[in-house]
């Protein structure tokens, strides 16, 4: 089979590229379903964008990186399109904007999108060898247990991070970078809660609070919540992005 774009990966960044990549386009996942992560993403309610989005938000050894993309897709186009589908959303705090239903209304969004704009999506379906070709890529795929074969002039890696394997993350894009040859920097959890093997926290499961919770660089005003395994919640998640091993947090 002879395409023009194969997309490896059906979640948020798959889905959307098919939505842009024109005709011809194949997305594959080997999850049962597209956009796995989205479902479970805010609460069930997926945190869709944040009025405030800005480059200086994101955490990049280059700084400069995301402002391309940033500039050639706002936050107000992502805005348009879920009004265009008729999802009704609120903002909560600080800008952050959420679906007032399900975060399913996004998966759903997403793939009318993709299908409207010709891509076809193979679940099911796993990734067995990536070759690059004279003009483009061959891979091998493996669709619901049958070998397929498929060549394209594009081929894109939106396998997403490595974060929850149970949900479907593998390390095929940091794994595949490396094979042709690209510099793959160290990676490390980010937005994460902090979890103590000791449950010093556990009487406390269940309880938030208004926090400001600061290392030696930075500090987030937000709600801290504790968990039966340790601590959670917006100021929680912002800070592991910039904690380090054996650093004090107050
Ligand atoms: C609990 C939680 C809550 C979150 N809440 C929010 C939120 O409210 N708002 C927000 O903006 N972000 C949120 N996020 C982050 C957000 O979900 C991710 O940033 C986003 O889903 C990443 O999209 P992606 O397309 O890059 O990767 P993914 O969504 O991980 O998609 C990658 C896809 O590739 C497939 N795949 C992986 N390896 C292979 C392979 N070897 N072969 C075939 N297919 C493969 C996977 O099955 C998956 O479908 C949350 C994340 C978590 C974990």
Known sequence: MRINTLILG????????????????????????????????????????????????????????????LARYTQWDFIELVDRHGIAWHEKTLGQLFCDGSSKQ??????????????DLWLHTSVEAVAQTADGYTVRLLREG???????????????????????????????????????????????????????FQPLAGVSLPSRLSNARTSFDEALLFTHRGLSGPSVLQLSSYWREGEEIT
Do not use: W
């Open 10 to 69: 059906a979640g948020a960044a798959g889905m959307m590229c098919a939505r842009h990549a024109g005709g011809s386009t194949l997305v594959i996942d080997h999850a049962k379903a597209p956009g796995e992560k989205i479902r479970i993403s805010g609460g069930g309610r997926c945190n869709f964008t944040n009025m405030y989005a800005e480059a200086k938000n994101y955490l990049s050894a280059n700084p400069h990186f995301c402002k391309s993309a």
């Open 106 to 119: 996004i998966i759903a969004m997403l793939v009318e999108e993709m299908r409207e704009a010709g891509a």
């Open 146 to 200: 049958k070998a397929q074969t498929v060549t394209c002039r594009n081929l894109v890696l939106a396998t997403g991070g490595k974060s929850i394997p149970k949900m479907g993350a593998t390390g095929l894009a940091y794994d595949l970078a490396r094979q042709f040859g690209l510099e793959v920097t160290e990676t490390r959890a980010g937005l994460v809660p902090f979890t103590f093997p000791d449950g010093r």
